[in-house]
């Protein structure tokens, strides 16, 4: 649609940085362009575990418990079919990620909603867990920081969860693609969690903190034994993920650990300048919005114009030119809200803001 603004893909607006983009380019020219292991280079996986060593506090062997995968998605789709027999259930947040339910389905599982709630900040409680456990209960996907509503969950947080664990067999998919992109508080990985290292299949990758979206890069870390059997899926499916992106990626690690994550830093800083202008935005409209602590996107309530979030999608797009998701992509539980991006040019939230106030102010009821 011509003149249409989008806050609705959940994409990065900045470049990838020149000496990560370069790192690729200088590999094809001296000839990197051959399969790696399945595992990934070991450059690369080892550039990873000391990654995680140092800003996750968690500790994988890089010669078998790292896989390097094409983007995060792909290792949610191989931890499924490897884990999963059919009928087995799998816990998801709801309102959560799109992939996540369809990812359980293909594997032959059975998706569990665990609905959260804006007067907890969109955490998942212990409470709420333990009322969808059931004996067929084989995972739990944790994906926080969280998309689309922005939610963190804080060590506290995470402890309540893996109380409820102990006990059980139930593993943990703990997807932490945004875990660069929080706001006044420090990402806390799932598997750093005492007890908790051994039934987590972690899973990372480069798309959102180093602006590599379109370079598909990501990577699973589980313990020896379950990262073994995963592997077998990814080599006779995929075989190995691109190699010159590989050499990107470790680029992106080694000179972000010697800038002092100075990249990350700035795209954090632009990040949390939309962040308060939107919501202050959506506030001063009427519209209730839980304050984002995580990843980059807002998740406003709707429901005081009369509309429902599919409606409300369609009719903006129409009237405004103002493209935004609905709730219900993620869930039932996003029924009332709609997802906006700020992962978006300033000026061109500036001008969604005036627009959808035009909209809000036409329809309130």
Request: glycine share 8%; hydrophobic share 40%; with cysteine.
């Amino acid at each position: 649609m011509k003149d249409a603004i989008s806050l609705g893909v959940g994409e990065p607006d900045f470049t990838t940085p020149w000496n990560i983009c370069e790192a690729a380019i200088y590999a094809i020219e001296k000839g990197v362009t051959h399969y790696s292991s399945n595992w990934g280079t070991l450059e690369l996986r080892q550039a990873i575990a000391e990654y995680l060593t140092d800003r996750c506090d968690v500790h994988y062997d890089p010669r078998d418990e790292i896989m390097v995968t094409v983007g995060a998605s792909e290792g949610i789709d191989l931890a499924l079919r490897a884990i999963l027999s059919p009928g087995d259930e799998v816990l998801v947040p709801d309102p959560g990620y799109v992939s996540y339910v369809p990812g359980v389905l293909f594997a032959h599982g059975v998706p569990v909603s665990v609905p959260t709630r804006p007067e907890v900040d969109f955490r998942l409680t212990p409470e709420d867990l333990k009322g969808r456990i059931t004996p067929k209960t084989k995972a739990l996907i944790l994906p926080y920081p969280n998309n689309p509503t922005g939610a963190i969950m804080a060590r506290e947080d995470l402890e309540a969860i893996a109380e409820v664990l102990k006990g059980t067999d139930i593993l943990v998919l703990s997807d932490e693609i945004y875990s660069e992109l929080t706001y006044g508080q420090k990402h806390v990985s799932f598997a750093s969690i005492e007890g908790m290292k051994e039934r987590t299949i972690l899973l990372n990758g480069f798309s959102k903190a180093f602006a590599m979206t379109g370079w598909r890069l990501g990577y699973l870390c589980a313990p020896r034994e379950l990262a073994a059997a995963i592997v077998k899926i990814h080599q006779y499916t995929i075989l190995c993920a691109p190699v010159a992106g590989q050499a990107a990626a470790a680029e992106a690690l080694k000179s972000a650990k010697m800038t002092d994550y100075r990249d990350v830093k700035k795209m954090l800083r632009t990040y949390d300048y939309r962040r308060r202008m939107l919501l202050k935005a959506f506030r001063e409209m009427g519209l209730p919005c839980f304050e984002p602590k995580g990843a980059f996107y807002m998740f406003p309530n709707i429901t005081s114009t009369g509309m429902d979030s599919e409606t409300f999608c369609e009719e903006l797009l129409r009237q405004q030119k103002v493209a935004v998701v609905p709730g219900t992509a993620f869930g039932e539980s996003g029924e009332g809200f709609v997802r906006c991006s700020y992962a978006t040019a300033t000026e061109d939230i500036q001008e969604a803001i005036r627009r959808i106030g035009e909209f809000v102010k036409s329809h309130r009821r």
